[in-house]
């Protein structure tokens, strides 16, 4: 028993030295990084996602970094999880080891921006927010997701044969807000253009998770359908999208997928046939944008202290243009869809935006005005 | 608010069944006098548990088999910890569900490769819906009672069966007795720790059927997290009826119509989706209370009654 408990000691110690060791290790690297900032030292670069395969944001994010793990970057991506009184060790603990420029979405930016301030040598990109008071060593990017689903809920109305749509979202924030602001602006154009009356049904899944409660979901579009007739849904809700197109492949609507082409993913899938109501996909490429922001930061462009807005001329948002959507979607409809396509990149067409509006009742009431 | 009736009994009693099916197994547990928390985490795992066997096995039979047999073995882990291993049940139910909720991301991505939902990797089966021969051509009824899921009759079968058990058989005395004092149940030859084990196995079950339905019947997959909390209510639900097999479910469908008509109003009113989410549960609290001040007042007035005599 003695003995034993001998060894044990012995063990404890040996292991409490190799932490110290490591310890030490961790923390020569730091400075070494930081001398090195004069002339840019290499980029070590770490993002952040709570986890990877939600088929959307998170994966979408993932592609991009595989790009550049591919292009020879030090990249390491941390599945970090829900808890996010977690959130700033982790990150913190990602900057002791030596990387120096952290990569992670809005949920991440009070954590980071935290750290900005403790760490002016590291870099931070934050993308899909929009926020003052951007510190040096920060970018931020926010995509126009007014902008492409503008395209699809103009696309929305021409399709919609009962003149009722939706768009269901997992929970109310700015960026989805956002969404909802194109797809009604995309709407009313449309019911100006063609003297129709379209109108739009918004709900939000929320609840413990919203954006993976796929059974609410299901419920909430299954409930427009009998009670609004309702024949065209716009989700915009991650996990939760599943339950959208499963209540559309029941009902015989359209649905309308969001962030990647979820057509394609579907179809793939075991279950293709659920794949058969997905009419195309609002895209938002936030794994290309990200290369992109890279590749900017490598050549020296200031990217820093400020928002960029990569929208339709970017190619950070757009629509899937694949084979079933053109053999479902009348040819006017595609041709007028691509007109505004062209005449937003152009700048001829300008989309209303969430952040254009003064206050929440503006938004309320921008709304009410096709309910 | 536009609102078609028929439709919105129809949802009423969808969304009751897997909170039905999660009050019968509490209240088995419950009449064994054992407060089984666990009930969250054994319907996530069956819900895993019937996709994975439904896709394996390539029918919707091995997926409602599979689904009932995780529902038992999970029970019977559970009974085996607290009845063998003489663990603190509640300690143990609430280790139980936070393994559940990291537990079958894990064993799905081991299968699946994938951390959120087995919808892409996984053969979806359905459990059929029924149409009632007669009362199906009945105008409004018929749209309200017809065309609902297998396991939804099920569950409305088994709230009677349920009852016949507890009350009508041997068995159903040795759990209660066990529940009402073991020690007395001990001293006249039942078996605790067997009663106590067939209570786990009867709770598994019908939380294996909850989860059945919830990734076969609601939806066609898995997805992380999928039961909200729904275990929660049906344990509550039992607790309100003071563990009743009918009350329990009436509890269950008056959540049931209150989550339905929240899902109406977050599409048809201005009020806030969180406010909404509130109304289910605020409901149920105010449905604790008064059904509690009526039980008072109802022994106050027996008390009365004696002293008057």
Sequence with gaps: MKKL?????????CFSLVGCNKNNGGGETTPEGGEGGGEAAPLKIAYFVSHLGDKSFADSGERGMEQLRGEGYEQKTFEIGDDSSKYKDQINDAIDAGYNLIIGSSSYRDYCLELAAEYPDVKFIIFDDSFDNIPDNMAAILYSQNEGSYLVGYMAAGLSKTGQVAVNVGQDNPVIADFVTGYVNGVKDYNAQFGTDVKVVKAAVGGDHPW???????????DQQRNLNADVFYQVAGGSGMGLFEACYETGTWAIGVDSDQYTTVKDGQNPEFADVIITSMLKEVGNSLVAMVHKIEAGEDVWKKVSVLGLKDDSVGYVDNDFFKANVPQELRDAMAQANADIKAGKLTVKSYYDFASEAEYDEYLASVQ | MTIDI???????IKMATPLIFAALAALINRHAGMFNMGIEGMILCAALGAVTFAHYGGSMITGLLGGIAVGILTGLFIGFS????????????????LMATGGTVFVMYLMTGDKSTTGAAFRSYLVPNIDIPLIKDIPFLGKVLSGHSLLTYLAFVSIFLVWFLLYKTRIGLRIRSVGENPMAAESVGISVTKVGYIAFLLCGLFSGLAGTFLSMSWVSFF????TSGRGYIGLSAQNMANGSPLGSALVSLLFGATTSLATTMKSQTKFPTEFLDMIPYLATILAIILTNIYKINKKRRIEKGKAAE
């Design chain 2, 82 to 97: 607290h009845l063998t291993g003489k663990t603190d049940l509640y300690l143990t139910t609430i280790a139980f569900n």
């Design chain 2, 223 to 226: 997805m992380k997290g999928m």
């Design chain 1, 212 to 222: 993976g409660d796929p059974a609410t979901m299901k419920q909430l579009c299954l």
């Design chain 2, 6 to 12: 028929a439709a919105f009994l129809f949802d009423t």
């Design chain 1, 5 to 13: 408990l001998t060894v044990l000691a012995a063990l404890l110690l």
